[in-house]
Nanobody, 121 residues
Framework: QVQLVESGGGLVQAGGSLRLSCAAS????????MGWYRQGLGKQRELVAR???????NYADSVKGRFTISRDNAKNTVYLQMNSLKPEDTAVYYC???????????????WGQGTQVTVSS
């Protein structure tokens, strides 16, 4: 069994910062890519940022220069530092990881439960 648990969401004023964390736990052999997605009200889920096992990163154009994704492999944790937040960043943010599960031996995508980020104007 694998779990992803997010933390760090909340309410912040425009221009402020938040840092999201997502820790993977359970029957993990290895983790490849990790990432953050978001879903605004009435919108489709979209990729925000992704980081590979070799720490190559890519970002949505809307967050480039404001958000930074990083990971701590020893802790099976991925972070999203969000600066210069805008009201349009308001969404539920979901953690995603492509994990090699130890017991069954399968690679699969896992998702966190989501954390709300609200940016007030």
């Amino acid at each position: 069994q694998v779990q992803l648990v997010e933390s760090g969401g909340g309410l912040v004023q425009a221009g402020g910062s938040l840092r999201l964390s997502c820790a993977a736990s359970g029957s993990i052999f290895s983790i490849n890519r990790m990432g953050w997605y978001r879903q605004g009200l009435g919108k489709q889920r979209e990729l925000v940022a992704r980081i590979t096992g070799s720490s190559t990163t890519n970002y949505a154009d809307s967050v480039k220069g404001r958000f930074t994704i990083s990971r701590d492999n020893a802790k099976n944790t991925v972070y999203l530092q969000m600066n210069s937040l805008k009201p349009e960043d308001t969404a539920v943010y979901y953690c995603n990881a492509y994990i090699h599960e130890r017991v069954a031996g399968n690679w699969d995508d896992y998702w966190g439960q989501g954390t709300q980020v609200t940016v007030s104007s």
